[in-house]
């Protein structure tokens, strides 16, 4: 198993600029959700689903869309990106509703942009 | 708003030494979980705890959920080199189906 796979690893946008991240599953988890982390705030939500075809939003939507169209991908799209979206963002995954609710995190993603 | 208040932000300490590190907050939480983050890397799992009161140890590492499932702590006992990381603390709220994280702990043991 891969697990949590996110890509890119590293990237640097210009302002304005769009861009999607990927992540992708191999657990067959019903929930996935991303965050971002940014230095002495912890992880924050941005979105969640709790399965195909089902998202919702977190503590911190805004200038960013998501979609899930299988259970095994949750991309992160960045519709036009701003200097405050710099940070690294984590994909996450887990079995919904099942102790003891360990989200499995995948490596994450470092954006600048500037 | 953080929903979940964590403190200390910042601990060094020497080898050996005992710590404790605590996860407050004003609202009820299904589940209570801790995370040990390293450098360059997602955070990972360490414990879950559902039951208010609840304590679980973990070799030198003791959780404790609190009675009214609103706080916890994480307590290390004879701390060494090799617990220097990030120590998150995340609250799951089943109804809203979220995980909130606490800002995050920062510890050094020096040797």
């Known amino acids: 198993n891969a697990g949590v796979t996110q890509t890119p690893k590293f990237q640097v946008l210009k302002t304005g600029q769009s861009m999607t991240l990927q992540c992708a599953q191999d657990?067959?988890?019903?929930?996935m959700s991303w965050y971002r982390q940014d230095p002495g705030m912890g992880l924050r939500l941005i979105h969640y689903?709790?399965?195909?075809?089902?998202?919702d939003q977190g503590e911190v939507p805004n200038g960013y869309n998501v979609s899930r169209s299988t259970t095994e991908d949750f991309p992160l799209r960045l519709l036009s990106a701003a200097p405050s979206q710099t940070s690294v963002y984590f994909c996450?995954?887990?079995?919904?509703?099942?102790?003891?609710?360990?989200?499995?995190f995948g490596p994450g993603t470092r954006l600048t942009v500037t | 708003t953080q929903l979940l208040e964590q403190s200390p932000q910042f601990l060094s300490i020497q080898e050996g030494e005992n710590l404790t590190v605590y996860c407050n907050s004003s609202?009820?939480?299904?589940?209570l979980q801790w995370y040990r983050q390293e450098p360059g890397e997602g955070p990972v799992l360490l414990v879950t705890?559902?039951?208010?009161?609840e304590v679980k140890k973990l070799k030198r590492l003791t959780f404790q959920f609190g009675d009214a499932r609103k706080d916890s702590s994480l307590h290390i006992t004879a701390a060494q080199p090799g617990d220097t990381g990030l120590y998150l603390c995340?609250?799951?709220?089943?109804?809203?189906?979220?995980?909130?994280f606490g800002s995050g702990t920062q510890l050094t043991v020096l040797p």
């Open positions: 996450a995954s887990s079995y919904l509703d099942r102790v003891p609710y360990e989200q499995y």
């Open positions: 689903s709790v399965g195909a075809g089902i998202t």
């Open positions: 657990m067959n988890h019903e929930y």
């Open positions: 995340a609250g799951w709220r089943g109804s809203a189906r979220q995980l909130t």
């Open positions: 609202s009820v939480f299904s589940s």
């Open positions: 705890v559902v039951t208010g009161g």
